[in-house]
C-alpha cells in the first residue's frame, strides 16, 4: 500500500503490528467489514463526503480508504500513530486526508457531518457505559443515512480466551457485559510489565454490538463474526456490525 511501511514497529506475530501505547495491536489486512468500510469510503467520498476511522493506529483502512478515493478524518489516542500515517500516505492522497488525536469516549467532532464510521479493534477496551456513550456519540456525528462499522475482538482470542467458557456461562445467564476481564494483566506473559497494558478488557461479540446500535438509534444491517488477519485465524477471533442511521424523512 506504500513504500514508506518501514516505519512500522518490528512485531513478534504475523499479521498484526504492536501500537506504540502497548494498548493492542493493528492488524496488517482487513477484515470483510472494514473492507466494506473502505469500498463505501470512496464511493461517498467522491460525493464529496467525508468519513471518519476512529481508533485508526498506524491507518490499515484509512490507506486502503483512501486508494478507493475517499476523504478520511483519522483519529487516534497516540498522536505518534498520527504521524506515522501521515508519512506513510502517498502525496496525491495527503489532500483527502484529516488527522485528530483523541481519545473515546470523550473525543467529539460535528453533529451530522460523516458519511460513515469505522471504528475497528478499540471498543473492546471501554467498559460497558462507555462504549453505549461512543455509539451513541456516533450517531450524532453520522449523518441521515450515515452508516456505521464497529469490530471488536471476541472472548476467543488474545490471551483472554482462557475464559471463553466464563464467557459464554455468563451470558447464558443474561449478563450484558459477559466478556468482560478486570485481571488483564494477570493475563500477560510471565516478566511483561504491565504498565501501560490495559487494566482491562471487554471482549464483545456480535449480539452485543447489535443490541447497542439499536439501543442507541441504528438499524442493523449485519452482524456477524470475523476472521483474524493471523494465518492461525479461526473464524471467531472478531465480532462485526453494520448498522445505519435512517434517513431524512420529509
Known sequence: MSKHDNLLPESPVEGLIPTLNKTGWMTEGLDDYSQDFAVYAGSVGQQGHEVLDIGCAYGVATLAALTEGARVCASDIEPRHLEILRQRVPPEYQARLRTVPGALPGVDFEHGHFAAILA????????????????????????????????????????????????ERRKAAGELWPGKVDDYAALLPAGTDPSGHPAFINPLDPDILARVCTAAGFSILSAAFLSGATKHAKGREHAGVIAVKAPETH
Open 120 to 167: 475497528a479493534r478499540v471498543l473492546h477496551f471501554l467498559d460497558g457505559p462507555d462504549i453505549e456513550q461512543t455509539v451513541a456519540k456516533m450517531h450524532n456525528w453520522l449523518m441521515p443515512g450515515g452508516r456505521l462499522y464497529l469490530v471488536a475482538d471476541t472472548p476467543y482470542v488474545g490471551p483472554w480466551y482462557t475464559y471463553a467458557d466464563r464467557y
